[in-house]
Structure formats: C-alpha cells, structure tokens
Nanobody, 111 residues
Framework: VQLVESGGGLVQPGGSLRLSCAASGFTFSTYPVVWYRQPPGKEREQVAV????????NYADSVKGRFTISRDNAKNTAYLQMNSLKPEDTAVYYC?????WGQGTQVAVSS
C-alpha cells in the first residue's frame, strides 16, 4: 500500500514539469487526491485537489492558471502538470490519498 511520486527536477523559470503519483495496494479510484508542497524552511501547503472521478478540481490561488491536476484511474495514477514555473514554486511535492503520503519529489526552479 503506497504512493510513489516522480517527475521532479531542476527547471528554468517559465519551464514545465509533469509530476506523477502512482498508487498501489488500495482502491485508488474511490479516493480524492491532493497534491501538497513544502518549500524550503516553510510549512507544507495544499496545491491542488481532484475528486475520485476526476470531474472536480480545486487549486491554490498561487498556482491557478499554471498548474493542472488530473488522474487516470485505469492506471492508478494522478498527475500535476506545472507550467510557467516560478522560483517560488521550488519545493518538495507530495501526493496524498487514503491517508497515505508519498515520499515526495523535489522541484527546483532556478536559472
């Protein structure tokens, strides 16, 4: 039973990354998924949430219009497409579902 994030890395301002959150060991399709991030030296904050069926999403104001959360229940995977990245998006990104947390994936935005 686990969540595994991937897709992080170093990107220049204005660039894009796509994070993935692969679930196993539970009925992924019945749970909403939330992406969080924790910038260096700061508290963890919610970034985006998607309902179990994928029909409803919500975003933090800081990422609206730049990030898109989605999911493929057939693949037990959720995604976070991040465009127009800014240095302030630098953080460890975590996915959360069914009381589980992934290990996190580091995103660094720097020139």
């Amino acid at each position: 039973v686990q969540l595994v994030e991937s897709g992080g890395g170093l990107v220049q301002p204005g660039g894009s990354l796509r994070l993935s959150c692969a679930a196993s060991g539970f009925t992924f399709s019945t749970y909403p998924v939330v992406w969080y991030r924790q910038p260096p030296g700061k508290e963890r904050e919610q970034v985006a949430v998607i309902n179990s069926g994928g029909s409803s999403t919500n975003y933090a104001d800081s990422v609206k219009g730049r990030f898109t959360i989605s999911r493929d229940n057939a693949k037990n995977t959720a995604y976070l497409q991040m465009n127009s990245l800014k240095p302030e998006d630098t953080a460890v990104y975590y996915c959360h579902a069914s009381q589980l947390w992934g290990q996190g994936t580091q995103v660094a935005v720097s020139s």
